[in-house]
């Protein structure tokens, strides 16, 4: 159905109401799609909209605490009955304030209540929540914003706000903005307590109106894609995708209803971090704490202590951060002690083992193991009550989720993109293997199309989480979901006999040497960082050139107020650097003269990388070591730290021509 159609006609039965439609697949803002139900099981799910799903939590959990945040050094906490009141308040001052339907409400802040309650109050006025990265620039938030049409911007304090007043004069929709944290100075923004007040006032009757015009199969929230190929595009997902990828992954995960406590610290902007702090959590009646805005600067650390979660979904960073910290702990441990750390280890590692092979017996010594050093490191690390372990958004070196297996913390990777809700294959620990994304749940389908020989082929998604379109873009949302409803990823992997997926590139990354050998370069990377330990980053080089070269960077130390990246090494890499007889202490050290000794121990593990090569064509020939490692304030990464590949390349072709100048 057309978006004139949909607003010719009124439909007066929401807001779980289906509009009649036979496409899969829409780039309007009004349109409506086919939702794809299925006829048994998770497939058949009644469909329903987003303040359907919360008026239920509000109803089924009205007394648990739904959102807990810190202030003042006071934890404040609402209710579920409390939170739906809140989100129908704000709702009622958002119309007031000029929210159309089909127009943004932009967020612009680090993740608390009234993050929350803006990005479901927009859905509950008929609007578009549209959450906008912190570390955005404000012409990048411009264009997010100019995309969604919006009209009203929530920011979190004066140096976000800043980025708003900046492009205010380019944004003709735009109606009100409102602070959210302190008290406004500037003129015409509101504050938080004021836009509460106004709602409070306001009868109920407009938004009731904007309720029953709503439907299941239309768009309700835009997640706007990192940047890392082009422009960002806003991907538009129905009420139907978030409530029923709640819904499945709820239940293939297996939350206990009105148990479950999360900490949320991952940037909401990114659609993981949206359905597992507010969809699955609405779903399930999951509490959820707040982390400080410094969270991924050091304060994590604490708050995971104090709150004790029993999920945890972090990016690979963190995992790496964790992983680094518990390293230099064992540094310290000398003698007998380290003798029983290491035996302790060998049977996590062989509980790993028995559980991808579908063997849950436990060793006959693991209560000794879990007693003297696995708990211990729960208790430390503020995990004792966690029972879920998932690392998400980018890939994680096999090492780490070895290392974290050895000391039973089963840490197992999630694999989506914004156009599947986030989550499509899961690995649980009753269902996983080192190095794959999980296996794909019962209402989540994969097919892999244009296989090699070996199996590697094309990555296709199907189902009820399959976004609806891009906003305004409607050759990119061809190119991207084909008329049958599949979503085709530009992902290469390959599927096992067990049907767990394993990732092995993309197809844009894909190198074509000048010899016409395809070359995926994940997987060489990856082999390069496991055989060196002091890598932070590395890139391969060699679309359409003669030979493969690659561009190394060491782990170093960040500025956690800035997120620059300092020249001194991690412990990590000083001790790699420190094992080989090398003083060096900074990546200058290592560069000056240069280092022999670390130029030996790099190219010796590049000359192994290569033993591991399937052709003489994916032979490193090669390397040269960076400066600096790769940050998203260097501009090389992207929000969730992924690498943009085309901007590295550009930003070291000085460095890259040189490997090729005969």
């Known amino acids: ?113 009234e993050w929350f ?20 620039s404000p012409e990048a938030c411009e264009h997010c914003a100019k995309s969604c049409r919006a009209q009203i911007f929530v920011v979190e304090n004066q140096k976000q706000l800043d980025k708003v007043l900046q492009i205010r004069k380019n944004l003709p929709d735009l109606k009100a903005i409102i602070q959210y944290i302190g008290k406004p100075t500037s003129d015409g923004v509101l504050s938080w307590d004021d836009v509460m007040d106004l709602g409070k006032k306001e009868p109920d009757m407009e938004l009731d109106s ?48 009105g148990k479950e406590v999360i900490i949320s610290f991952l940037p909401l902007s990114h659609v993981a971090a949206q359905m597992s702090d507010i969809y699955m959590c609405m779903y399930s009646g999951v509490t959820v704490y707040f982390a400080q805005p410094d969270a991924l600067k050091g304060s994590l650390a604490a708050t995971m202590k104090e709150v004790r979660p029993t999920v945890l979904l972090s990016v690979p960073r963190v995992w790496e951060k964790i992983y680094e910290k518990l390293m230099e702990v064992g540094k310290s441990t000398k003698g007998v002690k380290k003798s029983i750390v290491t035996w302790a280890k060998s049977i996590g590692l062989e509980v790993c083992e028995r559980r991808q092979k579908q063997d849950f017996g436990k060793p006959l010594l693991f209560p000794v193991a879990n007693k003297i050093l696995f708990k211990k490191i729960k208790m430390a690390l503020g995990l004792d009550r966690c029972k879920i372990f998932i690392s998400a958004a980018a890939p994680i070196s096999n090492e780490i989720l070895k290392y974290f297996h050895s000391i039973n913390i089963p840490l197992t990777e999630i694999y989506g993109m914004s156009e599947s809700c986030g989550p499509h294959t899961v690995g649980l620990e009753t269902a996983f293997k080192i190095g794959s994304c999980g296996s794909t749940p019962p209402g989540f389908y994969t097919k892999l199309i244009n296989k090699d020989k070996d199996g590697n082929g094309e990555i296709c998604m199907y189902g009820r989480h399959v976004s609806m379109g891009y906003l305004h873009m409607e050759d990119e949302i061809h190119e991207a979901i084909d008329d049958e409803g599949w979503l085709h990823t ?85 001790d790699w650097c420190q094992s080989l007889g090398s003083e060096a202490k900074t990546v200058q050290d290592v560069l000056k003269g240069p280092d022999a000794k670390v130029m030996k121990a790099i190219q010796d593990g590049i000359d192994r990388a290569n033993s591991k090569a399937i052709s003489n064509a994916q032979r490193i020939q090669k390397w040269t070591l960076l400066p600096k490692d790769f940050s998203i304030p260097g501009g090389e990464c992207g929000p969730t730290m992924k690498m943009k590949r085309s901007f590295i390349a550009e930003k070291y072709s000085d460095v890259i021509e040189e490997f090729y100048n005969e």
């Open 1 to 113: 159905m057309t978006e004139s159609e949909v607003t010719k006609t009124e439909y007066l039965k929401g807001p779980d109401q289906i509009i009649p439609s036979d496409v899969l697949k829409t780039w309007e803002p009004t349109g409506a799609v086919k939702i794809k139900i299925g006829k048994r099981g998770v497939d058949a799910h009644t469909p329903i909209s987003v303040p359907s799903l919360l008026k239920k939590a509000a109803d089924k959990f009205p007394d648990v605490k739904a959102l807990c945040v810190k202030r003042d050094g006071v934890w404040k906490s609402i209710t579920y009955r409390e939170y739906f009141a809140q989100v129908c308040n704000i709702a009622k001052a958002f119309i007031k304030l000029g929210l159309e339907r089909f127009h943004g409400v932009c967020i612009l802040g680090f993740n608390s209540p």
């Open 117 to 136: 309650i803006s990005d479901l109050a927009a859905i509950f006025a008929g609007g578009f929540a549209s959450g906008i990265y912190t570390t955005n």
């Open 210 to 257: 904007r309720l029953i015009r709503m439907a299941a199969n239309q768009c309700c929230t835009l997640i706007f894609t990192s940047g890392t190929t082009g422009p960002p595009k806003g991907v538009m997902l129905s009420h139907d995708n978030m409530s029923w990828t709640a819904h499945a992954n709820s239940v293939n995960i297996d939350f206990a209803l």
């Open 490 to 574: 530009g992902d290469i992997g390959y599927l096992d006999l067990d049907d767990f997926l394993f990732i092995t590139g993309r197809i844009k990354e894909l190198i074509v040497t000048a010899g016409g050998e395809n070359v995926a370069p994940v997987n060489i990377e990856e082999i390069v960082k496991g055989e060196l330990p002091c890598i932070g980053n590395c890139m391969l080089i060699g679309d359409r050139r003669k030979f493969l070269s690659i561009l190394l960077t060491m782990k170093t130390d960040m500025d956690m107020e800035t997120g620059e990246l300092k020249d001194s090494l991690l412990p990590t890499a000083l």
